[in-house]
């Protein structure tokens, strides 16, 4: 049993409290554990900004690297003012059970930025990122680790990260991170891959329920990548998504939001907050509102004892890394609420970012079709897959979720031995 570790904190106790309900599940021995729930590498650096006024501001940078006995480690990058070293290595930690769940060839990594991008200038932003890869270049690399978009990143901030690192090795390695623009080596179908890999998870568990998709309601918590690509996927099968909420808050439309008019209005606004036609709700009663389908797709720990018991969906798909708390989780899978569990459910980001990562490594680009078909294969296979499992050995979907995942790494190192 850990004691104590420099990732203490509630979300790295969280996904140690999962792996370990899993690990007693699979019989996995306490010898074996520590290393599992520990990270194998973790990089901690202060990383000084020129500000635009002339002072200089330090940031404290984190990269962390679960395991690498499958291959390189992947995962994204955070800039956020509430990232710390123990939500890094949780995330990284899910990372791992993901990568392995959908059979990528990965371990799991994540890095984070404490800091808020919301507060800086696109310059300070550009400093930072930079300036943080510099110091990333000792540990990342194609076949080492590779990063990509989270939390408060996109793809200009890939493309940065791609252009440092390049700079210092002296000739251009699109292969670095993925989730980057296209005109420098990333893959079509990428900005949209995560939001489009909810969408069809969350058709099929409709189709399970035999709720029809034309007119159900949706709830999104986050509109950020992940939550405006699932709201405008589900929207082709002309879903309603009668609520969606940012930072500042939320908007409600019984009637169903207009998607294309609201992106107009963040365009403008930098917010959905004010959007005519809508009643405001906050994000606390936005979890609790009656629909057919609630998304979190912001952070972690949104779902909590205290609302677990309020919630009014049918279907609860975890877009966002770790947005059900234990204690909720509890209730959770006493109820007759669908789960789709986060490892599951936003898994067409990374798997999209390995077909990235193919085509980077082979120079040879895919058509968006292509890309579409092979990550609606992936995430068919991997679907049917949890629930059969699942309905066999009477799991609650995330056990049988992570059930796969922990098991295909357990294997591996196995077969390897202690280094990796
Ligand atoms: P993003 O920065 O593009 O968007 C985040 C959104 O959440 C923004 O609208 C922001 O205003 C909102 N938000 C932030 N804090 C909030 C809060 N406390 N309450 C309500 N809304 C809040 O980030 P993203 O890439 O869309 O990531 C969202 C989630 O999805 C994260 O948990 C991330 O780890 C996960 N995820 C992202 C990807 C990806 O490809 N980007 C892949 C897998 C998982």
Redesign the pocket.
């Given at each position: 049993m850990i004691t104590q570790t420099v990732f203490d904190s509630p979300v790295f106790q969280m996904a140690c409290e999962q792996y370990d309900h899993i690990a007693d599940w699979l019989g996995i021995g306490q010898s074996e554990r520590e290393r599992a729930r520990l990270p194998k590498r973790t990089l901690v650096v202060q990383v000084p900004v020129r500000m635009d006024d002339g002072r200089v501001e330090n940031f404290q940078g984190y990269r962390v690297q679960h395991h690498l006995t499958i291959g390189p480690t992947k995962g994204?990058i955070r800039y956020h003012p509430d990232v710390t070293i123990g939500e890094v290595a949780a995330?990284a930690m899910w990372m791992s059970w993901k990568c392995a769940l959908v059979g990528l060839p990965f371990g799991g990594a994540k890095g984070g930025v404490t800091c808020d991008p919301r507060k800086m200038s696109i310059g300070e932003i550009e400093r930072l990122t930079r300036r943080f890869t510099q110091e990333l270049i000792p540990i990342i690399g194609p076949q080492v680790d590779i990063p990509?978009?989270?939390?408060?990143t996109?793809e200009q901030t890939m493309a940065w990260i791609m252009d440092s690192y390049s700079t210092q090795v002296g000739h251009s390695v699109p292969g670095i991170v993925t989730?980057k623009p296209v005109c420098i080596g990333g893959s079509l179908g990428r900005r949209e891959?995560?939001g489009r890999g909810v969408a069809y998870l969350v058709n099929r568990a409709m189709d399970t329920l035999k709720i029809p998709a034309e007119g159900a309601s949706v709830v999104i918590?986050?509109?950020?990548?992940?939550?405006f690509h699932t709201a405008f996927a589900l929207s082709r099968h002309r879903t309603r998504i009668v609520a969606v909420?940012?930072?500042r808050g939320g908007i409600y439309c019984k009637e169903g939001l207009h998607l294309d008019k609201l992106a107009v209005h963040i365009q403008k606004t930098e917010s959905v907050v004010g959007f005519e036609g809508a009643e405001p709700v906050s994000?606390e009663e936005l979890l609790t509102l009656p629909c057919d389908v609630l998304i979190p797709?912001?952070?972690e720990r949104q779902v909590t004892a205290d609302n677990v018991g309020k919630l009014r969906c049918r279907i609860l798909a975890e877009?966002?890394?770790g947005p059900t708390t234990v204690e909720a989780d509890h209730v959770l899978r006493k109820s007759d609420i669908f789960l789709l569990p986060d490892i599951l459910c936003?898994s067409g980001?990374?798997i999209v970012s390995y077909f990235e990562w193919v085509q980077d490594l082979q120079n040879f680009f895919w058509t968006e079709a292509e890309v579409n078909d092979r990550l609606y294969r992936i995430l068919e296979q991997t679907f049917s897959h949890v629930m059969q499992f699942a309905k066999r050995e009477k799991l609650y979907h995330r056990d049988a979720a992570m059930a796969i995942g922990v098991k295909k790494v357990a294997d591996a190192k196995k077969v390897r031995g202690l280094f990796p």
């Open positions: 994204g995330l990509a978009p989270d939390l408060g996109n989730g891959a995560t918590q986050g509109f950020g990548n992940v939550g909420s940012d930072y994000n797709a912001a952070v877009a966002a890394n936003n980001g990374v």
